[in-house]
């Protein structure tokens, strides 16, 4: 017999679900062209249709402001950061483009407001980018479910002067739980456990709020292995992860969850996304890329992971093609993109494509993904377009044939119907 708690919470959960039902459908945009804005104008311009934007909480919440203490503290906001945020927001959101936030906690090296904020278990030399929630402690969980309340309201629709935020990244590449998204050295069932919690906790604040938004957990490109060169206790593979944790977000009443994929090429700084020699169709591959993309797709028709017998669906959150310093570097890049592009087509629970990055970074290890260069001697002011720049603009518009045809010889491919799922 199932314990009252779990009666509780599948009660909890139907209720939301109904909630979801009823409330208006998720946004269906005439493409899945997506970008994770730099540059508000550039990003119309280009006709996009999904916009990625980072929120950090930890620049959010107000620690002087705030009142209390322990769980019942109560939280105060940074009201200017917030300002800086609809002002990314609204421009695109007031154009029809659907909005996803991408929820991070950066660690701020104050060993107070990151203990009330980053996993009690996190590596304490901050020699990580990324931290996993805190929703271990009472006040840990108080401020995160409180936060993310706050930011749920905010951008619901119903205060257009904000914008609007439709879809909900929680977290960075959760199964590098040691790297990209830092908890701390944890056995598979235990960092799925912890991250399972907070999850629930940004989901249930959010869906109180906004019940037809859709929440997504992010991963990198490792599938059946880990990433090399580390240990178990430092990084799992993404379907056991994925597997693991819809099995224990059943166990406590299952939500909406749906998956946010980073399908970079096998070797990032190779933007031949058609070459990788590792890759195969079948599940037990040890990544997925845009080769072979339809495996997760596949994967996530199990009978145990669909969400009211439908597959969850899956938005390409973050990945890019570098930009080799090649006569052919640009030729190339631009050839990924198409490649990328008529591989998604063809698969129909892939509802974004939010490329990364907008514009070169100077602090991504080397690489140039942007469709823009970055000036010299800049971290990421925009300079020039690349090739690839008017390629995507011209993504989901009747141009697009026509463009992406004189790429097809670089790929290999004899058609990009060579491109259906096998």
């Known amino acids: 017999m199932p314990s009252f708690r779990q009666l509780a919470a599948t009660l909890a959960a139907l209720a939301v679900s109904t909630l979801h039902a009823l409330a208006d459908p998720f946004p269906q945009p005439p493409s899945i062209k997506g970008l994770q804005v730099q540059m508000n104008d550039d990003a119309l311009a280009l006709g996009i249709h999904h916009a990625g934007i980072n929120v950090n909480l930890s620049g959010i919440v107000d620690f002087a402001a705030s009142k209390g203490s322990g769980p019942s503290r109560q939280w105060a906001f940074n009201d200017a950061y917030l300002k800086s945020l609809d002002a990314q927001i609204h421009p695109l959101s007031a154009k029809g483009i659907v909005v996803y936030a991408i929820l991070l906690v950066y660690p701020t090296k104050d060993a107070a407001r990151d203990a009330v904020l980053i996993h009690p278990g996190a590596r304490k030399d901050y020699k990580y980018t990324v931290g996993a929630f805190n929703a271990e402690t009472d006040e840990g969980k108080s401020c995160l479910a409180a936060t993310m309340r706050m930011l749920a309201a905010r951008w619901n629709g119903k205060h257009p002067e904000h914008g609007t935020v439709r879809g909900w990244i929680v977290g960075n590449e959760v199964n590098s739980h040691w790297l990209w998204y830092n908890l701390g050295l944890a056995s598979l069932p235990n960092a799925v456990a912890a991250y399972e919690r907070a999850f629930r906790t940004v989901a249930s ?149 939010i490329y990364h990055r907008h514009v070169d970074h100077a602090h991504e290890g080397g690489l140039r993904l942007g469709l823009w260069r970055n000036a010299p001697n800049s971290v990421a002011t925009p300079h020039s377009k690349k090739l690839i720049w008017d390629l995507f603009r011209k993504a989901g518009t009747p141009e697009w044939d026509a463009a992406a045809k004189p790429f097809l010889p670089t790929t290999g491919l004899p058609s990009w119907d060579a491109l259906a799922p096998r």
């Open 205 to 353: 604040a959010v869906l109180a709020e906004s019940p037809n938004d859709r929440l997504y957990i992010p991963f990198d490109h490792h599938w059946a292995i880990s990433m090399a060169g580390i240990s178990p206790n430092e990084s799992t593979p993404g379907r056991d992860f994925l597997d693991a944790f819809a099995a224990c977000i059943r166990i406590n009443g299952d939500l909406p969850w749906h998956v946010a994929w980073h399908p970079y090429p096998e070797d990032l700084g190779n933007p031949r996304a058609w070459a990788d020699k590792s890759i195969t169709t079948t599940d037990d591959s040890p990544k997925v890329t845009f080769k072979n993309l339809e495996v997760l797709t596949r994967h996530l028709e199990k009978p145990d992971l669909l969400l009211a017998g439908k597959p969850r669906r899956v938005i390409l959150s973050e990945q890019g093609f570098h930009t080799l310093l090649t006569p052919d570097g640009e030729q190339l890049q631009a050839a990924a993109y198409a490649y990328a592009w008529e591989k998604c087509r063809r698969l129909p629970t892939v509802d974004a494509f």
